[in-house]
């Protein structure tokens, strides 16, 4: 893993708004850190050993956007956003069934109560109602993914 | 009780969950229907049905301030209701098939679908979809499903068997079982399909391997003891039990 690599990482991971991602391969420990959502310090923080010439981590995607710097501008930019957060671990889903349309898109102006997404776990399905009125800036997981306790779902611009 | 009878609907869950907002209804409010046209399994998967051969509907239940951390008993407490309602029938070799089948022998009769709506992290309102093959004997091609009809010789009364299902439901989804997680577990883990015996699953990736269910975790994953005494946790999308 080179540094170029590691640098386009470190832009997809604060791109993707994970707070944190610890990455464990053969020999390589990375941890990072992001303030991006909501917290802390906003460093970025990467932890690492490399044994030299190691090879590695073909599928770090080309997302990563032209944004030098990105972590701390981001942090600015997102604190007066609200992040929606998943209350349980499941899958993520953004339509009420797959030929149905998204409950929401990016842009759309939300009430509270309103629908955003299902979570699905061991065959339960939840609606995931908007404790907040906003409008969606980000959605941040992928149809049919799954998600973590915790793992933020929306950004939401509550102005 | 509160029942609403259609003669065809999409998804019993989904005209429930419609009438949601301005509808004053009842806790345990039932929408039944002759015949489900798009009826839902999983995400995606369907549910078929012989028109007015069978029982599909929905229950309405309101919040008992469930943490959705919780939300597996939901699970626990319908399967254990649909067990003793068929119990009562007489339906021979009753078991639950994790998470929420009802099995008589080998054979799939019932099926459970629950949609949650949330608050933060309470339930607010759930919906609890049931299909139950009552008097219908032809499958098609599906195999290991099952009817009361099949199963018992005789044709029951629909009516009958919705309202025993609905005091059963009654019964179990209250506080009294949605909250004492332990006993209610212990409880569903005595009834569940192939528990203590030894089982071939499959996995993701398509292979093969031996275990014994112990039971579920409170987050309502499976527990299987592997090889070793190894006690592991499946998610549904990770094993398939093999019978």
């Not at chain 1, 956007?65 to 899958?91: L, M, N």
Request: charged share 25%.
């Amino acid at each position: 893993m080179d540094i170029k690599e590691i640098q386009n990482l470190i832009k997809f991971v604060a791109k993707s708004g994970a707070s944190e991602v610890k990455l464990e391969m053969e020999d390589i420990k990375i941890t990072i850190r992001t303030g991006a959502l909501g917290s802390s310090s906003g460093e970025t923080t990467i932890l690492q050993q490399i044994p030299m010439g190691q090879p590695q981590m073909g599928q770090q995607p080309a997302a990563a956007a032209p944004t030098e710097a990105a972590p701390a501008k981001k942090e600015s930019e997102d604190d007066k956003y609200i992040t929606i957060k998943s209350p349980i671990i499941g899958t993520f889903y953004r339509k009420p069934s797959p030929d149905k349309p998204s409950f929401v898109e990016v842009g759309d102006t939300i009430n509270q109560g309103d629908v955003l997404c299902v979570i699905e776990a061991m065959k339960l399905f939840n609606d995931i109602e908007s404790e907040v009125s906003g409008k969606i800036v980000k959605v941040l997981v992928d149809d049919s993914s799954p998600v973590e306790f915790d793992q933020p779902l929306f950004l939401v611009d509550p102005s | 009780m509160q029942i609403i009878k259609l003669n065809a609907t999409d998804s019993t869950n989904a005209y429930l969950k419609q009438l949601l907002p301005d509808n004053a209804l009842e806790d345990f409010a039932v929408v039944v229907a002759e015949e489900q046209l798009k009826g839902r399994g999983q995400m995606g998967t369907k549910w078929i049905s012989d028109s007015g051969k069978n029982l599909t509907f929905s229950v309405l239940k309101k919040g008992e301030s469930l943490r959705v951390a919780n939300q597996f008993a939901l699970n626990m407490c319908t399967s254990l209701a649909i067990y003793e309602a068929l119990s009562a029938l007489g339906v021979p070799n009753l078991s639950v098939k994790w998470p929420n089948d009802i099995l008589s022998a080998n054979s799939k009769i019932c099926g459970i679908l629950i949609e949650n709506i949330l608050l933060g992290s309470k339930i607010k309102t759930s919906i609890i979809g049931i299909g139950l093959n009552v008097n219908q004997t032809s499958f098609y091609n599906l195999p290991d499903v099952s009817s009361l009809r099949l199963e018992m010789g005789v044709t029951f009364d629909l009516d009958e068997v919705l309202k025993l299902i609905i005091a059963k439901l009654r019964k179990y989804l209250t506080k009294e079982f949605l909250s004492h997680t332990a006993e209610l577990t212990s409880k569903y883990e005595k009834i569940m399909f192939r528990i203590d015996k030894p089982s071939t699953f499959k996995d993701k990736e398509g292979n093969y391997f031996m275990g014994f269910i112990k039971g579920v975790s409170p987050s309502g994953k499976l527990i299987v003891m592997l090889e070793d005494q190894l006690l592991q946790e499946y998610d549904l999308k990770e094993i398939q039990l093999m019978y």
